[in-house]
Structures are given as C-alpha cells and as structure tokens.
C-alpha cells in the first residue's frame, strides 16, 4: 500500500489566478494520475504524471490549462491555471505499481470566485 | 466513450440486510474490474477486485458477468460502517500501456439502525 498526502485540502481563489496542488508519496511508485470529481460526479482523469517526461492528457484537457510535473518516484504537482469558476471542483491525485489498484490523495476542494 | 453506469441511489436498508449492487460497462474489451470505496468527503479506495470466477472477502461478494458486461457486488449483514458510496471501476484498455481507469458515478449506501 502507499499513503499520499495532498495539499492544499482546500482553497478558495480569485478567477483569472493559478493554485498549484501537490501530491507526496511515502513510496516509490510507478504510475501516478490526477483526477477531478464534481459533486455527485464520477471521477474523471485529467491526465497521466509521467516521471521525468511531459504527462499524457485525456481529452478535454490540455497542458496550458493543467500542466503537471513529476520529477521523482514519489511527487508530483498539478496547476489549474487561469481559473474560472468552471474549474471549482475536488481534485484527486492517485498512484500505484500499476494503473489499477489505486491509492488516493485526500483531495483538494478549489472555489473559484 | 466507454461509460460504465451504475443505479445512483440511494439504497436505504437496515442493520443486518443483504443489499445488492449493479453496474454494466459498454467496452467489451475491458480486463479488469474493481470496486472502490467513497465515504462523504473523502478519497475513493479500493474495496476489491472482480475475477471473472468471483471473489468473496468475508460479508462482500462481487461478481463477473463478461457476457452481459455486468459487474456486482453483494453485501450481507449490513453494518452501519457500511455506508458509503460504492463505485465501479473498469480498465478501458484504452490510453498507454495499462490502459485508463474509468470510473462509475458511485451507488450510495445508507445503512440505518
């Protein structure tokens, strides 16, 4: 199992700015992925962290808006930049040895006004 | 896209009930199958995978129906612990090497005294 800890757990932000939400991992491990949740939602990803290379998006979703690192095994940070309130929704980072048994961050909830 | 749908809700049911989940996926070609866990404000976690000759842990019992594309899972002996929203989850097979997790909208679980 591996244990991740996300934050910020919540912000409240201004329209036009960026949050930076980061995802530490006790372990190493191979995959990591951002998700968004909206309320009564399913959760949709948003993109794949790849170590040391650009990560891979999901349609709908674009680097310019959500860039992503990964520098290591064990981090990576996710940017929701030039925020409008359509971008307020809970923000999940996963990882795992493989894409399918997952282990979650605690989420970010994002406000934007 | 590949959808996996699930009845949302919410099952009402007392302490001691058997209560019983569904979900159907569109892509015939997924492999994997899991069932993952969301209790109210928090992060989804894995409750267990689904094999294709069914899998049982302790009061928890899901099942394989690849002809169908129908995916279940059992409970018995409710416990009020057992409230939570209960999400199906797919390997689309579609995106990288491992394929994508897609996830269900969740089935919510209200489990009363």
């Known amino acids: 199992s591996a244990v991740i800890s996300q934050k910020p757990s919540r912000d409240i932000c201004q329209r036009g700015t960026s949050l930076t939400i980061q995802c530490q991992v006790d372990s190493q491990v191979t995959m990591m992925f951002w998700y968004r949740q909206q309320p009564g939602q399913s959760l949709t990803l948003i993109a794949t962290a790849n170590q040391g290379s650009e990560a891979t998006y999901e349609s709908g979703f674009v680097i310019d808006k959500f860039p992503i690192s990964r520098p290591n095994l064990t981090f990576s940070t996710l940017t929701v930049s030039n925020m409008s309130p359509e971008d307020s929704s809970i923000y999940l980072c996963s990882g795992g040895q493989n894409n399918e048994k997952l282990f979650f961050g605690s989420g970010t909830q994002l406000s934007v006004l | 896209r590949k959808e996996v749908e699930q009845d949302p809700g919410p099952f009402n049911v007392p302490e001691g009930a058997t209560v019983a989940f569904n979900c159907t996926y569109s892509n015939s070609a997924s492999q994997s199958f899991f069932w993952y866990r969301q209790d109210c404000r928090k992060e989804p976690k894995l409750l267990m995978s689904?094999?294709?000759s069914g899998n049982e842990d302790g009061r928890f019992t899901a099942q394989l129906n690849r002809a169908s594309q129908y995916i279940s899972l059992l409970i018995r002996d409710s416990k009020l612990s057992d409230s939570a929203t209960y999400l199906c989850v797919v390997n689309d097979g579609y995106g990288g090497s491992q394929g994508n997790l897609i996830f269900g909208k969740g089935t919510k679980l209200s489990v009363k005294p």
């Open positions: 689904v094999y294709s």
